[in-house]
């Protein structure tokens, strides 16, 4: 599998620190006013910057029942988004609830140590408890009721392990604990079911992570995927398990459905990755890619128990990986990610896809397109697959799906034609971005949206300045709006004004009046 440029590209910024609470203002965070509403049709209901005087990464969102927004990303900043007193200049988390509007911030936390810490993503449940997980290298990770008290690492020095954090409405901590072996460990993706319970997935190279009704007790590759899912108080795991063949693996995305029925996204080099006998796709057809293995993506079902229900590779014999997963409410899933075919999935080598190459030092290859698929819930039919592809690199990284049965995706695109449709922004908003081979290429996020049953696209959107942009994360409120997260590096990023941005910073926004 080929590592596709800005994944977590703010691990290297990571930070450090206590906790904090601080309700008030959103004024008292660096924010923008609303967008010039570029073109008639979806609009810009808000978008705003969030950050300090240093960096900020990795922005997340998710949506509460209420329709209050929970934003969360990295922050180097030492005193945003509360005053705190640091103990390295280096990385925290940080997780933001605010009002459906983003006008009133209810409270601030932050969550660090003495060595850095990063945010992967964020979950709401009804009762409006948020969760956070991601990978933290301080030995001092605030721990409050924790299930695992200590990171596992055989040398302090080289703590590299998971955390979960559930914050209660108010904003206080109600557990907080180490999630690892002996390291290192990746959680990527955390959801909550109606019952409070939390589901968590990544990779892990620990040969001792933690197991309980396991469906694969043991370590079976260099890297393998990972789920546990947490009862509501922290206490006990109701099941946790590796899932991964001989090779590397690595869970990107997780989802749960009303049964707590857990489906988890990702890449695979493994040909005995574990599928099932009616599967969209049964065996493996990626290969070698020059000087890299070209993975599968691959969708897996797993029931409350974490009995294994069902499992499909997607892929071609180009290199693909599944970033986010979602599924509807007939129990139909939704896997998106990046695949270097003209379709996907397909057992033998698709027409030349006519795009730039992207790579380096001999790992040169047409560059990815992004892809959605749909599945009917035991994984055994493919209901639409659908490309969307530039001339240069396109990647989804969230996926939400809304009331109807649409997909709402979001990524990263470095196209200069990449499809638009009632577009916010029709043109890149430009920059000067890496992975073309040889040229200077745009870099800016994307959102899409494709109708139920993949028949049209019926909104496509740039949303980008003339420097790096990246929308990380989707998410629907259930009231007709799509919000975004990402982070952007661009000083005229478009957020209703120029800005003096000379380091990232985490952008929200809300797109209303989609078809």
Known sequence: M??????????????????????????????????????AGPTLGFLRLFGGTKAETNGRVAVGGSGNIFL???????????????????SRAFLIKLSADATRIYYAVVLGGSRPTYVANVAVDPAGNAYLTGLTASPDFPTVRPLQAHCRAPNPKSCSTGFVTKIDPKGNIAYSTFLGGKGPDYPSAIVVDAAGEAYVAGETKSPNFPTVHAVQPHLRGPSDGFVAKIDAAGKHFLYSTYLGGSKDDSINGLAVDRLGQAYLTGTTDSKDFRTSPRAVQSNFVGGNCNFFACGDAFVVKLGTV?????GTFIGTPADEAGNGVAVDTRGNVYAAGYTGSARIPATRATPPTGKALCGSEGDVLPCESA??????????????????????LDTVDGIAVDTHGAAVIGGYTESDNFPVVNPIQPATGGGDCSEAKGNVVPCDGFVAVIAPG???????????????????????????????????WSPNFPSGGATTLSLPKVFLARITGIP
Do not use: M
């Not at 969360?72 to 280096?90: E, F, L, M, Q, V």
């Not at 974490?306 to 069902?310: P, S």
């Not at 990246?470 to 997260?485: E, H, I, Q, W, Y």
């Open 454 to 488: 993949g028949g049209a696209i019926t909104f496509s959107t740039y949303l980008g300045g003339n420097k790096e942009d990246l929308v990380a994360a989707v998410a629907t409120d259930g009231r007709g709006n799509t919000l975004v997260a990402g982070t952007t």
């Open 371 to 392: 892809f959605v698929v749909e599945l009917t819930p035991r994984l055994d039919r493919l209901i639409y697959s659908r490309v969307l592809a530039g001339n240069g």
């Open 306 to 310: 974490g009995r294994f229900l069902a």
């Open 72 to 90: 969360t990303g990295s922050t180097t900043s030492p005193n945003w988004p509360t005053p705190t007193k640091a103990s390295c200049a280096c």
């Open 2 to 39: 080929r590592t596709i440029a800005l994944r977590l590209a703010a691990i290297l910024t990571i930070s450090c620190a206590g906790i904090g609470v601080s309700p008030g203002p959103a004024s008292s965070f660096q924010e923008s006013g609303q967008q010039p509403h570029l073109v």
